[in-house]
């Protein structure tokens, strides 16, 4: 897949924003002990990070079979997992690019002790798409974006959010009791 400019860039604060989060929800950073999913996982460039770092159960799932993806899958149906099977699932810039974005959330709630994300904000649209358009960020990824999720709507089913990249995009969060 072709590289532009920014994707890379933007990628790398995404990571680090979700690595700060877990980081606080894990302190003790045994991160070799827990099981993670990585939905969405794209090219498996987040899932190498975390075994980087230590990760030793880590599960990529996506819609496109590729060399760094364990399970291919629809996100936007049920995900086929038993409840509380992971102890965090990740779900980085995956969100927006869902039909079913909703269940997609629910679903991340419910197989997971913990859930971390990624979405641009509302805000962001103008921006990726003038990006987009100078050709600075992938045109079909932005063209793939179905919805852009606010703070309200994400904190209606049950996340904890916080604003990064200037309000650009938002962290979602939600620790589940066990």
């Given at each position: 897949m072709?590289?532009?400019?920014?994707?890379?860039?933007?990628?790398?604060?995404?990571?680090?924003?979700?690595?700060?989060r877990?980081?606080?929800?894990?302190?003790?950073?045994?991160?070799?002990?827990?099981?993670?999913l990585?939905?969405?996982?794209?090219?498996?460039?987040f899932?190498?990070?975390?075994?980087?770092r230590?990760?030793?159960?880590?599960?990529?799932?996506?819609r496109?079979?590729?060399?760094g993806?364990?399970i291919?899958?629809d996100?936007?149906?049920?995900l086929?997992f038993?409840?509380?099977?992971?102890?965090?699932?990740?779900?980085?810039a995956?969100?927006?690019h869902?039909?079913?974005?909703e269940?997609?959330?629910?679903?991340?709630?419910?197989v997971a002790?913990?859930?971390?994300?990624t979405?641009?904000?509302?805000?962001?649209?103008?921006?990726?798409?003038?990006?987009?358009?100078?050709?600075?960020?992938?045109?079909e990824?932005?063209?793939?974006?179905?919805?852009?999720?606010?703070?309200?709507?994400?904190?209606?089913?049950?996340?904890?959010?916080e604003?990064?990249?200037?309000?650009?995009?938002?962290?979602?969060?939600?620790?589940?009791?066990?």
């Open positions: 072709k590289r532009f400019a920014l994707d890379s860039l933007i990628a790398t604060l995404r990571y680090s924003k979700a690595l700060e877990f980081y606080k929800i894990f302190p003790d950073r045994k991160i070799e002990k827990l099981k993670i990585d939905a969405g996982s794209g090219d498996g460039r899932a190498r990070i975390l075994k980087e230590g990760a030793k159960r880590v599960i990529t799932a996506d496109t079979p590729n060399p993806i364990d291919v899958l996100l936007n149906h049920p086929p038993k409840d509380k099977s992971f102890d965090v699932a990740f779900a980085l995956v969100v927006e869902l039909g079913n974005g269940l997609f959330l629910l679903e991340l709630q419910r002790k913990a859930v971390i994300g979405t641009p904000s509302p805000y962001a649209k103008p921006v990726l798409e003038f990006l987009a358009f100078l050709r600075l960020v992938n045109p990824h932005i063209k793939d974006h179905k919805k852009y999720w606010s703070e309200k709507e994400l904190r209606n089913i049950g996340y904890n959010t604003k990064f990249e200037y309000g650009l995009n938002i962290l979602f969060y939600k620790i589940n009791a066990t």
